[in-house]
């Protein structure tokens, strides 16, 4: 089945950076395009970023945009989500989905 594993998040200062990565197998990772969304409490879950199967086309939240970036590797079944010029917004916790599938989650803190 599929499998989704997220990875990377942490505490962070504002104006920092951090490395997502969602470790995907039980599909072909390769074929199928792939998202990250967020979810912060007391909000609903909104969509951050999606690549599709070459990487070449993208999409990102206006909030994200030009701070993000995700980038996929499929030799490694492997998507990452390249966080730049972090906000205490951008406080949530950052799941990758694919398939209608979505992993645990990873939380992200931007505080000083």
């Known amino acids: 089945q599929v499998q989704l594993v997220e990875s990377g998040g942490g505490l962070v200062q504002p104006g920092g950076s951090l490395r997502l990565s969602c470790a995907a197998s039980?599909?072909?990772?390769?074929?199928?395009?792939m998202s990250w969304y967020r979810q912060s409490p007391g909000n609903e879950r909104e969509l951050v970023a999606v690549?599709?199967?070459?990487?070449?086309?993208?999409y990102y939240a206006d909030s994200v945009k030009g701070r993000f970036t995700i980038s996929r590797d499929n030799a490694k079944n492997t998507m990452y989500l390249q966080m730049n010029s972090l906000k205490p917004e951008d406080t949530a916790v950052y799941y990758c989905?694919?398939?209608?599938?979505w992993g645990q989650g990873t939380q992200v803190t931007v505080s000083s």
């Open positions: 989905s694919a398939k209608d599938s």
């Open positions: 039980g599909f072909a990772f390769r074929d199928s395009g």
């Open positions: 690549i599709n199967t070459f990487g070449i086309g993208t």
